[in-house]
């Protein structure tokens, strides 16, 4: 089986939750680590564009958005699962909440003190990603306080599961849930500087914290962007286009052959991936494009949070 690559950069909450995912699963995986802005020549190559961390390469199969990574996780590596206790899809569900509204506030409280010393640029790039085409973190440290009484009702919702006595959200074992919740602890913990006093009302999350973060990241070794390139370019994507990969209940009528652009939903400056589609489903759907020094490529996306529109010529 071809390597696990895991595009990212350190201080990324979003990679924060696929790098602990690497570790429940006790995976061994290439590390590449990209620029904090984006600027990344050879994985805009393979993903067409996308420019949202972290995305996860396997061969010349490209996944993009966590969701969908940690969907393909599971197909590939059962065991141990996302989904003790026979959580299913309910995970996905938590998942709207913590990458919705409780990330929105972890946001505001992680970037808008600290704005005025973070590099310029940074900012700038991440008030379009996070608070939409007129974002300004400076404006969020007048209503800091009011975030910070949505965010604590947020983590006190989590205490409350904890404090029935469970080692983990949803049972003895961990799951996609402690991944969904660990990277907005982490996120703050680590960019708040006021965050020791806040969550220290939570004890049952600071111990849950403890365990979890005790999962660590699986086994990654470094590998270059360009080597990542080279992955692509030495296999083939093991989605291959054919009637077997339709949805015949699809509500917009897409099938395997058109030429479609993907896009997050959000208003946020991300560009069209464009590609010609392999498979679609309720769930994913996977595009074949041609990626310069890496040959044909399936880029995978989920459906849930994206507008998939057929091309124009």
Request: net charge negative.
């Amino acid at each position: 089986m071809d390597e696990i690559i895991i595009h990212h950069y350190p201080p990324s909450p979003v990679s924060e939750k696929i790098r602990m995912a690497m570790g429940l699963k006790k995976l061994s995986w290439r590390s590449v680590e990209q620029n904090r802005l984006p600027d990344r020549p050879e994985l805009f190559a393979l993903t067409g564009g996308y420019r949202r961390i972290p995305v996860m390469q396997i061969g010349a199969d490209v996944y993009c958005d966590t969701h969908c990574i940690l969907r393909e996780l599971e197909s590939r590596f059962p065991k141990p699962t996302f989904f003790p206790n026979g959580a299913g899809g309910l995970p996905f569900a938590l998942g709207q909440w913590t990458d919705g509204v409780v990330f929105d506030l972890a946001v505001r409280v992680a970037f808008a003190p600290a704005a005025a010393s973070l590099p310029a640029a940074l900012v700038q790039d991440r008030a379009r990603l996070y608070l939409g085409p007129n974002g300004d973190f400076e404006q969020e440290i007048a209503d800091l306080p009011h975030t910070l009484a949505q965010l604590r009702a947020q983590f006190g919702l989590v205490e409350a599961r904890l404090e029935s006595g469970r080692t983990f959200i949803l049972g003895d074992n961990p799951g996609m849930p402690d991944l969904m919740i660990w990277y907005l602890f982490w996120f703050v913990r680590g960019r708040y500087a006021e965050a020791d006093t806040f969550f220290s009302e939570f004890p049952k999350l600071l111990q849950w914290a403890e365990r979890v973060e005790a999962i660590g990241h699986g086994t990654p070794t470094d590998m270059t962007p360009k080597e990542s390139l080279a992955a692509a370019a030495a296999a083939q994507p093991v989605t291959v286009p054919g009637s077997a990969n339709a949805d015949p209940r699809d509500p917009q009528k897409l099938a395997p052959g058109m030429t479609v652009g993907i896009v997050p939903v959000t208003d946020s400056g991300d560009p069209e991936v464009f590609g010609t589609i392999s498979a679609i489903g309720r769930d994913t759907i996977a595009i074949s494009r041609a990626a310069d020094s890496a040959g044909q490529v399936c880029v995978h996306f989920p459906r849930l949070g994206y507008r998939v529109r057929v091309a124009n010529g």
